[in-house]
Nanobody, 123 residues
Framework: QVQLVESGGGSVQAGGSARLSCAAS??????MGWFRQAPGKDREFVAG????????LYADAVKGRFIISRDNNLNTVDLQMNRLEPEDTATYYC??????????????????WGQGTLLTVSS
């Protein structure tokens, strides 16, 4: 059972940057992604990355502002968030697909989830 632990949430001002990190308890051998859930809203896909890192997917709302990356030697996946907006305020979740599912999916077809980290963007 893969365990995922997010870190890096907090409070930032609009226009600023933040970086989230997710540490996996073991090599996942699969694609990973970031999702978020704002208060009163459904969870939504933010970004995904393939096992090799060669393929990335982004939600339209974050394209051009967020960058997902991974380090398979460290079993980590990061989300660099730039030009943050108050609408980015949410709890962010790291997720991993099951072993051998190499490509990211823009849906919640992920088998392992972290506990989430809250990011608040103030105007």
């Amino acid at each position: 059972q893969v365990q995922l632990v997010e870190s890096g949430g907090g409070s930032v001002q609009a226009g600023g940057s933040a970086r989230l990190s997710c540490a996996a308890s073991e090599r996942t051998g699969s694609a990973m992604g970031w999702f978020r859930q704002a208060p009163g809203k459904d969870r939504e896909f933010v970004a995904g990355i393939s096992w090799t890192g060669s393929e990335t997917l982004y939600a339209d709302a974050v394209k051009g502002r967020f960058i997902i990356s991974r380090d398979n030697n460290l079993n980590t996946v990061d989300l660099q968030m730039n030009r943050l907006e108050p609408e980015d305020t949410a709890t962010y979740y790291c997720a991993a697909r099951r072993f051998w599912m190499m490509t990211p999916a823009p849906t919640d077809d992920y088998d392992y989830w972290g506990q989430g980290t809250l990011l608040t963007v103030s105007s």
